[in-house]
C-alpha cells in the first residue's frame, strides 16, 4: 500500500484527472504518488504542481539547483519525510556530482549541524529554512538582517523562504497521508552531458 487513503490507477483516470496525471507523468512515464494522493480531488493536484514547479524548477531562479535541492532534503530532514527526503536527497547528491561532497553534506544536515560543510550565505540560509521549518512563530527581523549581513539578497531569500515554504506543505500532505515511495522511479533528472 502506498498510502493511507485510496489514490486512483492511472489507468481508472478520466477527465480532469486524466488530464492533470498527463501533466504530471515523469520522464519514466510513471506519477509519482505525491501526485497521485491527490486523485480524489484534482484540482489540488493543479495547484501542488505549479507551486512545485515555480518554486523549483523556475529557470528565473539565482541559486544553484543542487542548492535548492539541499534546502528541500533539509527541510524534509527537519520534518522527517521519509517521502520527500529520498526523492529530493538523490535529486541532490545527483547534481552535487561530488559522492565524496555529497556525503559530507548529508551528514551534516543530518546532525543538523551545516556548519560542517557549509560557510557564508549558504549556511545562513540553511539555518533560516530549518529556523522556517520548526519554530515558525519565533521568526524575527533579525533572521533577515542577518541573511542580508551573510551576503545573500532579497531575492536568494526568497527563493529559499518558497522552497522552504512549499517543502513544508508537501511533507505534511506526505507524512499526513502515509504517502509511501512504492512504485515510484527515484531521481528522473537528466545528468548535465544528456540532452
Given amino acids: 500500500m502506498s498510502a493511507w487513503i485510496r489514490m486512483i490507477p492511472l489507468l481508472e ?8 496525471y498527463d501533466k504530471v507523468t515523469t520522464p519514466h512515464g510513471t506519477v509519482d504518488n505525491v501526485m497521485r494522493a491527490h ?4 484540482h489540488t493536484m493543479d495547484g501542488h504542481v505549479v507551486l ?23 527541510v524534509s530532514i527537519s520534518n ?7 526523492h529530493h536527497w538523490a535529486n ?7 559522492p565524496v561532497r555529497a556525503a559530507r553534506v548529508r551528514e551534516a544536515l543530518d546532525a543538523t549541524r551545516p556548519e560542517l560543510a557549509f560557510e557564508g550565505k549558504e549556511r545562513a540560509l540553511l539555518d533560516y529554512a530549518r529556523k522556517l521549518t520548526v519554530a515558525v512563530g519565533d521568526m524575527v527581523r533579525a533572521d533577515i538582517d542577518a541573511l542580508h549581513a551573510a551576503g545573500c ?10 522552497v522552504c515554504a512549499y517543502f513544508n506543505y508537501s511533507n505534511r500532505l506526505l507524512n499526513g497521508l502515509g504517502v509511501t515511495t512504492e512504485g515510484d522511479v527515484i531521481g528522473y533528472y537528466k545528468a548535465p552531458h544528456e540532452d
Fill in 13 to 20: 483516470a478520466t477527465g480532469l484527472l486524466k488530464t492533470l
Fill in 39 to 42: 486523485s480524489l480531488r484534482p
Fill in 52 to 74: 512545485y514547479r515555480s518554486v523549483l524548477h523556475n529557470p528565473d531562479n539565482t541559486l544553484p539547483f543542487w542548492f535548492l535541492e539541499v534546502v528541500a532534503s533539509y
Fill in 80 to 86: 522527517r519525510c521519509t517521502y520527500s527526503l529520498t
Fill in 92 to 98: 541532490a547528491s545527483r547534481l552535487i556530482a561530488d
Fill in 153 to 162: 539578497d532579497d531575492g536568494e531569500i526568497l527563493e529559499v523562504n518558497q
